[in-house]
């Protein structure tokens, strides 16, 4: 494997259910983030993680929580999700948090029914 | 915080045509300016990137031109291919901290046979 992988590619849940998104960085990167790409809107960056330290949650809600367990992994848990969060998820990663040559993951189509 | 304008949300042009994407930012500290592209179903590819200490750099059909005092840069695709088709995303950074890479809507890149 190389790059940024994420699991699943696509996921379907219900507003109780209880999930995680799964990312992992192959480049030897120490910072990595999760954005949501909604249709007809930019790139919303949601957490960024640097040597395994949060360092902002930009007013994320509290349904959605990350974890970093170490510089290569990095989840996102999801619990009571709105339909709203419809969206692609995407991982990245970079060296430091100099955001040159940031590498995107394929992404995590999620639905929320 | 940064904000970055994106022109043409659509942009159709016949093969072997050029095509001119504008981008323009709003931090006068912003100075690094990434450009990707993303194809159905995957996540965003790093296809160029600029400094804000180049007004011009190039690689192939592709090259990127930033005017810092206007606070204005572009994407441009010589010869363009089928396979050039795609959605098109500018980015701005001013370098670290917590805010990652500021987006703009994205250009639909559609290319004629």
């Known amino acids: 494997e190389t790059g940024v992988t994420q699991t699943p590619r696509h996921l379907v849940m219900g507003m109780t259910n209880k999930k995680s998104l799964k990312c992992e960085q192959h480049?030897?990167?120490?910072?990595m983030y999760w954005y949501k790409q909604s249709a007809k809107k930019p790139l919303e960056l949601m957490f960024v993680?640097?040597?395994?330290?949060?360092?902002e949650n930009n007013s994320v809600p509290s349904r959605f929580s990350p974890e970093c367990p170490n510089s290569s992994h990095l989840f996102l848990h999801l619990h009571t999700l709105q339909p709203e969060d419809s969206a692609l998820y995407l991982c990245?990663?970079?060296?430091?948090?100099?955001?040159?040559?940031?590498?995107f993951g394929p992404g995590t189509r999620l639905t929320v029914t | 915080g940064e904000n970055v304008e994106q022109h043409p949300s659509t942009l159709s042009v016949q093969e072997g045509d050029s095509a001119v994407i504008k981008c323009t930012y709003s931090?006068?500290?912003?100075?690094?300016f990434p450009w990707y592209k993303q194809e159905l179903g995957k996540g965003p590819q790093l296809i160029i990137d600029?400094?804000?200490?180049?007004g011009e750099k190039k690689d192939q059909r592709i090259a990127v031109t930033l005017n810092k005092t206007a606070k204005h840069f572009s994407l441009h695709i010589t010869e363009t291919q089928p396979e050039d088709s795609a959605v098109y995303f500018c980015?701005?950074?001013?370098?670290?901290?917590?805010?990652?890479?500021?987006f703009g809507k994205g250009t639909h890149l559609i290319i004629q046979p």
């Open positions: 993680y640097s040597l395994e330290e949060r360092v």
């Open positions: 980015a701005a950074d001013s370098g670290g901290g917590a805010d990652g890479l500021t």
């Open positions: 600029i400094r804000s200490n180049v």
């Open positions: 990245a990663s970079s060296q430091g948090m100099d955001r040159e040559n940031t590498y």
């Open positions: 931090d006068s500290a912003s100075n690094y």
């Open positions: 480049l030897g990167h120490n910072a």
